[in-house]
């Protein structure tokens, strides 16, 4: 597959720029979880209602913890696990925008890691392990984008090896 000079490179530079995108989505997320959840009076939780768009590594968590009733110690944990992912995505983005192909490789196989983590996340849900189950949405969207974000960094490292193999 050959690459068009200037639309490919276009595609190339936001195929780059995806890890950003997607530690953005992340962040977002992890603002709506730490105002949203909460335990009530009666020791039932919130539902977590945007917890589709952390990374899965720091959904295992949060769903792992919520026996602990300390909603304080889940947030920040979950928070400090997000947080690293979103700037790692983020460092990992702006080198690999400078000319640093292998950076981008490096985000698109920590994501990877983190698509096996959903497939156990999801399966440990659907098993009902966790005190909270997840609702058909939640299975569904976290499913499709990190299939469809998954798709995409690979896409875009098969790109950025094309061009590699083409300027050598």
């Known amino acids: 597959m050959k690459l068009p000079t200037l639309k490919g490179e276009k595609l190339l530079t936001y195929l780059l720029s995806l890890p950003i995108f997607i530690a953005i989505l992340s962040l977002i997320g992890q603002v709506f979880l730490q105002s949203t959840f909460v335990l009530d009076e009666t020791m039932t939780y919130s539902t977590p209602q945007t917890s589709f768009l952390l990374f899965a ?6 769903y792992a913890m919520l026996e602990s009733y300390d909603v304080s110690l889940i947030q920040s944990v979950v928070a400090v696990v997000n947080i690293l992912l979103a700037l ?34 999801l399966s440990l849900a659907g098993a009902h392990v966790f005190l909270l189950d997840l609702w058909i949405v939640d299975f569904v969207l976290l499913s499709l984008l990190h299939l469809l974000f998954l798709g995409l960094l690979v896409y875009g490292s098969l790109l950025l090896y094309q061009k590699g193999k083409k300027d050598a």
Not at 57 to 62: W, Y
Not at 95 to 119: C, E, N, P, Q
């Open 57 to 62: 590594l720091a959904d295992i968590p949060l």
């Open 88 to 121: 790692s995505f983020i460092f990992l983005s702006s080198a690999a925008i400078k000319g640093r192909a292998l950076f981008y490789h490096l985000s698109t196989l920590i994501y990877a890691l983190d698509s096996v983590a959903t497939v156990v996340f």
